[in-house]
C-alpha cells in the first residue's frame, strides 16, 4: 500500500529550527520528485517546496527541502510564529498513478 | 493569477453535483489541473488530476468510476462532474494548477475551495 508517512505534530520556539520528516518508498518518493505545502487553518494550502528542494516563488528562505532515497525533509529555520501551520509532502506514486500527500505534521510554535 | 471554484452545495447520498474551477491570469491551457479535498479535521487528500490537452486523467481509487475530470481550455476552466455522491465525499474541493503539462504533485496555484456536504 503506497503511503507517504509524516509525524502528527512538531513544535518549536521562537528562532529555533524545526525538520519535518516524509517517508515513502521506492513507487514515490524513491521515483520521484517530492513536493511540500502549508496550511494555515480555514485558508488554501500554499506550494512551499518542489521538486525536493527548490521553493516555490516568494518563499521564504527559512523554508529548504531535501530528499535522501525514499525519505524526504521539510526545514523551517528561525521559526516565527506565522509558521504555525500544517505542513504536508506530496508526490507521485507510480503505483496509484496519481498524487499521494502525507497525512500532514500540524507544527506549533510555542 | 487566480482560480475560483464554484458548484458546492448540499446533496443527498446517491446525487450529483458539477464543480467548476474559473482560472485567470496565466497560459490555462499549458498546465495540469487537479483537484483535492479536505473532509472536515482531515487532512488533503488527491482527488484527480488532467493534463494540459486532456492527454491524461487520473483518479483517486476513492472516486474511480463516479467522478470524471474534464477542462476546457477555450473557457480557461476545469470541471468535477461527481455522480453517486456518498457521505465519505462530504469535503473542501479545491481546485488546483500544476506546474508542467503532466500531472506530478506540484501545485502552484489554489483556489478557495467549495464545500460539498453529502447528508439526507
Known amino acids: 500500500q503506497s503511503v507517504l508517512t509524516q509525524p502528527p505534530s512538531a513544535s518549536g520556539t521562537p528562532g529555533q529550527r524545526v525538520t519535518i520528516s516524509c517517508s515513502g518508498s521506492?513507487?514515490?518518493?524513491?521515483?520521484?520528485?517530492v513536493n511540500w505545502y502549508q496550511q494555515i487553518p480555514g485558508t488554501a494550502p500554499k506550494f512551499l517546496i518542489y521538486i525536493n528542494d527548490h521553493r516555490a516563488s516568494g518563499v521564504s528562505d527559512r523554508f529548504s527541502g531535501s530528499k535522501s532515497g525514499t525519505s524526504a525533509s521539510l526545514a523551517i529555520s528561525g521559526l516565527q510564529s506565522e509558521d504555525e501551520a500544517a505542513y504536508y509532502c506530496?508526490?507521485?506514486?507510480?503505483?496509484?498513478?496519481?498524487?499521494?500527500f502525507g497525512g500532514g505534521t500540524k507544527l506549533t510554535v510555542l | 493569477v487566480q482560480l475560483v471554484e464554484s458548484g458546492g452545495g448540499l446533496v443527498k447520498p446517491g446525487g450529483s453535483l458539477r464543480l467548476s474551477c474559473a482560472a485567470s491570469?496565466?497560459?490555462?491551457?499549458?498546465?495540469?489541473m487537479n483537484w483535492v479535498r479536505q473532509a472536515p479535521g482531515k487532512g488533503l487528500e488527491w482527488v484527480s488530476s488532467i493534463s494540459s490537452r486532456s492527454t491524461d486523467v487520473h483518479y483517486a481509487d476513492s472516486v474511480k468510476g463516479r467522478f470524471t475530470i474534464s477542462r476546457d481550455d477555450a473557457e480557461n476552466s476545469v470541471y468535477l462532474q461527481m455522480n453517486s455522491l456518498r457521505a465519505e465525499d462530504t469535503a473542501v474541493y479545491y481546485c488546483a494548477s500544476g506546474i508542467r503539462e503532466r500531472p506530478g504533485g506540484a501545485m502552484d496555484v489554489w483556489g478557495q475551495g467549495t464545500t460539498i456536504t453529502v447528508s439526507s
Open positions: 506530496a508526490v507521485w506514486d507510480d503505483s496509484l498513478n496519481g498524487v499521494l
Open positions: 521506492s513507487s514515490n518518493i524513491g521515483n520521484n520528485t
Open positions: 491570469g496565466f497560459i490555462f491551457s499549458s498546465f495540469n
